[in-house]
């Protein structure tokens, strides 16, 4: 069975940095094109940026680029999301998973940009 955990939010002031972690329990991420969504109070999920499998070459929404990257260690079978210059509205719980034809979501971590 398909199992996603992510980690590593919390509340952070903004123009601060939070590093999330994506691991899967059963089975390998190697290999598939994988993303990072969100979903702020009130509002539907939505996509944030992925990485491809194989070259890795990654595609951002405009509202991050420059400020999120996302970059995967195969051998910890983890794919991260690296956020810097964090806004409130950033404020959302966030999810990986598989593009395209998406895996049982995970629990996601929730991020909190405050001062």
């Known amino acids: 069975q398909v199992q996603l955990v992510e980690s590593g939010g919390g509340l952070v002031q903004p123009g601060g940095s939070l590093r999330l972690s994506c691991t899967a329990s059963?089975?390998?991420?190697?290999?598939?094109?994988i993303g990072w969504f969100r979903q702020a109070p009130g509002k539907e999920r939505e996509w944030v940026l992925c990485?491809?499998?194989?070259?890795?070459?990654?595609t951002t929404t405009d509202s991050v680029k420059g400020r999120f990257t996302i970059s995967r260690d195969n051998a910890k079978n983890t794919v991260y999301l690296q956020m810097n210059s964090l806004k409130p509205e950033d404020t959302a719980v966030y999810y990986c998973?598989?593009?395209?034809?998406?895996?049982?979501w995970g629990q996601g971590t929730q991020v909190t940009v405050s001062s």
């Open positions: 059963g089975f390998t991420l190697e290999g598939y094109a």
């Open positions: 990485t491809s499998s194989g070259d890795e070459r990654t």
């Open positions: 998973n598989k593009m395209g034809t998406t895996w049982s």
